[in-house]
């Protein structure tokens, strides 16, 4: 897959091919701060006039986790090393909804950062409202110059069908080829004298045997949840991670960036809202609801109830069969020994389907406008120079990871340790998510870095054998590239305008008729019809175009 995903990159460079668009996060609150305003005057002469440092306005659209800018010691001293000062607006709760008003309005802050808060369709959507940040670039970011040189495929990722660069990617580095691992509780099992599943048919028969039986041993059979899966994230962006969607490899559908539904079967860009396999999963889900066996605030809660649910109490679980990025950051560390892992199901005993799984790899690792300026800031190079502190090395190390001392050590040999939670109580993806950015942030995790990751990402490998054999069975011309593709204005305006329609109606026919709300057999054929009035045929023509520019 890596000399894959290398002849794939070569590829998008010799043809200067364009980049994507994604979904969102869900989370709660909102608030805004001053991180590290009122320190003293910057190292290195980049402070204003008198001594005095450039005052600059700044929305993060942030992981629910996050805690407030100001406890961050990275970012209090890079905006000291650049010479600003910032007023945050932290937003953690309704991003999505925001975005557009904000954007309509055309008074935005100087700097926009945070994982997909501008898309490229808002780039198309509103000319002149960001900075071309090319120029800029040149003359005052030399650590974004240097990601350029080492990964070009970055500035592929940046740079619009224009020439022009208007927001600046991030490279993770360390991110698996999937994101979504599947869990389920083996003490359980073990309890009922059960076998793992390996089909839908046989998850279905352990899901009752865990909310009938008393599966946790506590006395009480009524406080199982035997399913659960992450809420969507809203209708602005589609199904995400630790998503039940994620079953739909089992019938041979691959998901790649997949949040809206489309993915590539034999060369041909589909949509899975349109196919028999996807009405198959949902009455499967439909069937299990109906015999409560999913957590009936599937669909309402936010993702930090969804992660506190399956803490359990004590050492009893809760949550039987779920998704997650890891089984400590899912369940917690005291949970975490009773659960085993699984690997892709298929839908029935007799299916001959090779099972899929998501690939991931592209949207873990890379991503684009991380960070924008808008057109209005004031003081350009200033905030130029704020945004290239980010994508020095080891400041992105800490964007990722959290602070030096704290959060990572380093060595007098110029190495790296990830170190486990301060809290010993506290598993390392959630510490992460609580101390600094992590994945929400602007970053360029470079190559040259000598760094021992924390546990819980050595684990992975441990927590995804399971699924290789779906992995190994991903071949390049299934991958919907969408990171590397840059789209038209006329394209991007057309997915501004068609997709929310595709995917409110999607979402709320999903919602109803697992619920039982409106019948999906009944009802398809209506939604279909629905389905095609809302334009999804252009989107995908627009994907299958770039697909197979991509694949020349």
């Known amino acids: 897959m890596k000399k894959t995903l290398a002849l794939l990159l070569c590829a998008v460079m010799l043809l200067t091919l364009f980049a994507a668009c994604g979904g969102g996060t869900n989370s709660p609150a909102a608030d805004s701060t001053n991180a590290g305003g009122n320190a003293g005057t910057t190292a290195g002469g980049n402070a204003g006039s008198g001594g005095e440092k450039t005052k600059l306005t700044a929305i993060f659209s942030k992981h629910p986790l996050t805690k407030s800018l100001s406890e961050m010691e990275w970012l209090t001293q890079i905006q000291e090393n650049a010479g600003v000062e910032i007023t945050w607006e932290e937003v953690s709760s309704d991003w999505d909804q925001k975005r557009p008003t904000l954007l309509a309005s055309g008074d935005i802050p100087d700097l926009i950062f945070g994982l997909r808060a501008i898309r490229d369709e808002d780039i198309a959507q509103f000319p002149g409202l960001f900075q071309d940040l090319s120029e800029l670039i040149d003359t005052h970011a030399p650590n974004v110059q240097t990601m350029f040189n080492e990964h070009p495929e970055t500035k592929v990722i940046a740079t619009q069908l224009d020439g022009k660069i208007y927001g600046l990617p991030k490279y993770q580095r360390f991110w698996p080829y999937t994101v979504t691992r599947q869990f389920i509780n083996q003490q359980w099992l073990d309890n009922l004298g059960l076998s793992v599943p390996t089909n839908w048919d046989e998850l279905y028969d352990v899901l009752v045997a865990f909310k009938e039986k008393d599966a946790n041993g506590n006395g009480d059979p009524n406080d199982e949840i035997p399913m659960d899966w992450v809420p969507a994230i809203d209708t602005s962006a589609g199904f995400g991670f630790f998503h039940v969607t994620a079953l739909l490899g089992g019938t041979g559908i691959q998901l790649s960036e997949s949040a809206d539904g489309f993915f590539v079967e034999d060369g041909v860009v589909k949509n899975y809202f349109l196919d028999e ?207 590397f593709i840059k789209l038209t204005l006329e394209d991007n305006n057309t997915l501004a305008l068609v997709r929310p329609n595709v995917l409110m109606l999607a979402m709320t026919k999903w919602a109803n008729w697992i619920t039982g709300t409106e019948d999906v057999q009944t009802g398809w054929d209506q939604y279909l019809k629905d389905m095609e009035a809302t334009g999804i045929a252009d989107l995908t023509a627009i994907w299958q175009k770039y697909y197979d520019e991509y694949n020349k």
């Open 277 to 483: 396999r996807y009405k198959g999963l949902v009455e499967f889900l439909t069937k299990c609801y109906k015999a409560g066996l999913v957590n009936p605030e599937v669909f309402t809660q936010d993702y930090s109830k969804y992660q506190s649910v399956a803490r359990g109490n004590g050492d009893t679980a809760a949550v039987g069969y779920t998704f997650g990025w890891e089984i400590t950051d899912r369940v917690g560390n005291e949970l975490a020994p009773q659960y085993s892992f699984l690997g892709s199901l298929k839908q029935n005993a007799a299916s001959t389907v090779t099972p899929k799984w998501g690939y991931d790899y592209n949207v873990l690792n890379y991503d684009m406008n991380m960070v924008t300026m808008s057109a209005a800031c004031k003081d350009k190079e200033a905030a130029m120079r704020f945004i290239n502190e980010f994508y020095d090395p080891e400041v992105s190390l800490q964007v990722l990871f959290g602070s030096i001392g704290t959060n990572i050590e380093k060595s007098a040999d110029g190495s790296y340790k990830i170190l486990p939670p301060q809290d010993p109580a506290m598993d390392p993806g959630t510490w992460k998510w609580t101390s600094t950015w992590a994945d929400h942030g602007a970053m360029y995790i470079s190559d040259s870095l000598n760094v021992t990751l924390s546990v819980d990402m050595q684990s992975i490998a441990e927590q995804t054998a399971p699924m290789q054999a779906a992995l190994d069975a991903v071949q390049a011309k299934d991958i919907l590239p969408r990171t």
